[in-house]
T-cell receptor, first 112, second 114 residues
Framework: DQQVKQNSPSLSVQEGRISILNCDYT??????FLWYKKYPAEGPTFLIS?????DKNEDGRFTVFLNKSAKHLSLHIVPSQPGDSAVYFC???????????FGAGTRLTVKP | DGGITQSPKYLFRKEGQNVTLSCEQN?????MYWYRQDPGQGLRLIYY???????QKGDIAEGYSVSREKKESFPLTVTSAQKNPTAFYLC?????????????FGPGTRLTVL
């Protein structure tokens, strides 16, 4: 039962343009959401997070938007750079639990 | 420099054999985790430990065992009871295991059972 879904396995954008990675979830008890970035042969690294009390969180070129009514979040990268090419995982945490539920990941390729 | 190490990077075993995956961290983190990743799926939690000598089952603990005798180490044993052991295994740690703690991941071990 995949409670966190990333329906696009891959995304390709041109350098300098916006990258938008999407994530949907089914469990309304999730109240904290995270994005991780993974390069080949490395473990995922934390990128940005958002609490369910907010609808937007920004950190430099990265912005995460949360739409609770639609159970949808998205990660925007502006402007995209070739070094952003990686697999991006969306993750969610329950309000009363320590473990995280991960999406399957989206492979982003930023072309120079 | 601080971080999480997993060894080996690639591991091959014959069916029916137990195998232990190593995870060590020098971040002074209290909490450690094991995840499994299969193609087309997200990471799934196998076990986690918030403190030495204590650990909890995750979603897919069957066929796995862990120990937490030292703060720095959280080895995972894949037993012969695990029906589909071939996968990519990731270890992570966090400062105190709190809900908002960031988890830091190791590079992973790819296990192939022949």
């Amino acid at each position: 039962d995949q409670q966190v879904k990333q329906n696009s396995p891959s995304l390709s954008v041109q350098e300098g343009r916006i990258s938008i990675l999407n994530c949907d979830y089914t469990n309304s008890m999730f109240d904290y959401f995270l994005w991780y970035k993974k390069y080949p042969a490395e473990g995922p690294t934390f990128l940005i997070s958002i609490s369910s009390i907010k609808d937007k969180n920004e950190d430099g070129r990265f912005t995460v938007f949360l739409n609770k009514s639609a159970k949808h979040l998205s990660l925007h990268i502006v402007p995209s750079q070739p070094g952003d090419s990686a697999v991006y995982f969306c993750a969610a945490r329950l309000y009363n639990n320590n473990d995280m539920r991960f999406g399957a990941g989206t492979r982003l390729t930023v072309k120079p | 420099d601080g971080g999480i190490t997993q060894s080996p990077k690639y591991l091959f075993r014959k069916e029916g054999q137990n195998v232990t995956l190593s995870c060590e961290q020098n971040l002074n983190h209290d909490a450690m985790y094991w995840y499994r990743q299969d193609p087309g799926q997200g990471l799934r939690l196998i076990y986690y430990s918030q403190i030495v000598n204590d650990f909890q089952k995750g979603d897919i603990a069957e066929g796995y065992s862990v120990s937490r005798e030292k703060k720095e180490s959280f080895p995972l044993t894949v037993t012969s009871a695990q029906k589909n052991p071939t996968a990519f295994y990731l270890c992570a740690s966090s400062l105190a295991g709190g809900r908002l703690d960031t988890q830091y991941f190791g590079p992973g071990t790819r296990l192939t059972v022949l």
